[in-house]
């Protein structure tokens, strides 16, 4: 069964650093999207990606937050500078349409 | 009031049981509503898929929605150890690349 891949599975970091996740979607999806859950908190939207721009994002996703699409496979979420509250678990998602989307298993980014 | 509220438990039933999980949202303007079950650190994954009011049905599992009260609901019949999981209600205005929001989650735990 296809799957949406994502690296790396665990990242620390020191504070102001910069990070960047990166996601494999599956080959014939065309909406991409990342959501972030911090621990004991619920799952967040933060940026949702179509046709090789941003189609929607959260108040989360200020300017220290990007998205690219640098290839036709790859879709990767940078942080600029990163801060405590940055550490979460990211999932990239990807669909077809209709809102189905499959996730992927996250990559969980510790800040110190 | 918060957009999506679900009771986080957990919630704890013996093998065989019918379990009922609930959400309540405020936003009207939602139309598409999921499912998902997430296994500990690991990513959601899409059990139900409803649009707009009505009951669907797959397998052990039914979702039902009620547009007019803003409930939704789901409900596993013969509940088996391996459905211990935390389940995510989730809903969208739009049908493709927009946020699904998230309820906080319910955790199950079914004994055997």
């Known amino acids: 069964e296809p799957e949406v891949t994502q690296t790396p599975s665990h990242q620390v970091t020191q504070m102001g650093q910069e990070v960047i996740l990166r996601c494999v979607p599956i080959s014939n ?6 959501y972030r859950q911090i621990l004991g908190q619920k799952v967040e939207f933060l940026v949702s990606f179509y046709n090789n721009e941003i189609s929607e994002k959260s108040e989360i996703f200020d300017d220290q937050f990007s998205v690219e699409r640098p290839d036709g496979s790859n ?3 940078k942080i600029r500078s990163t801060k405590l509250e940055d550490s979460a678990m990211y999932f990239c998602a990807s669909g077809s349409g209709a809102n189905v989307l499959t996730f992927g298993a996250g990559s969980r980014l510790t800040v110190l | 009031q918060k957009e999506v509220e679900q009771d986080p438990g957990p919630l704890s039933v013996p093998e065989g049981a ?6 309540t949202y405020s936003n009207s303007a939602f139309q598409y509503f999921m ?4 296994y500990s650190r690991k990513g959601p994954e899409l059990l ?4 707009s009011s009505g009951n669907k049905e797959d397998g052990r599992f039914t979702a039902q929605v009620d547009k007019s009260s803003k409930y939704i609901s789901l409900f596993i019949r013969d509940s088996q150890p391996s459905d211990s999981a935390t389940y995510l209600c989730a809903m969208s205005r739009y049908q493709a690349g927009t946020a699904l929001i998230f309820g906080k989650g319910t955790t199950l735990s079914v004994s055997s």
């Open chain 1, 29 to 34: 999806h065309l909406y991409f999207y990342w």
């Open chain 1, 75 to 77: 879709f990767t979420l």
């Open chain 2, 18 to 23: 019918i379990v009922s999980l609930n959400c």
């Open chain 2, 35 to 38: 499912w998902y079950r997430q």
């Open chain 2, 48 to 51: 139900m898929y409803t649009y």
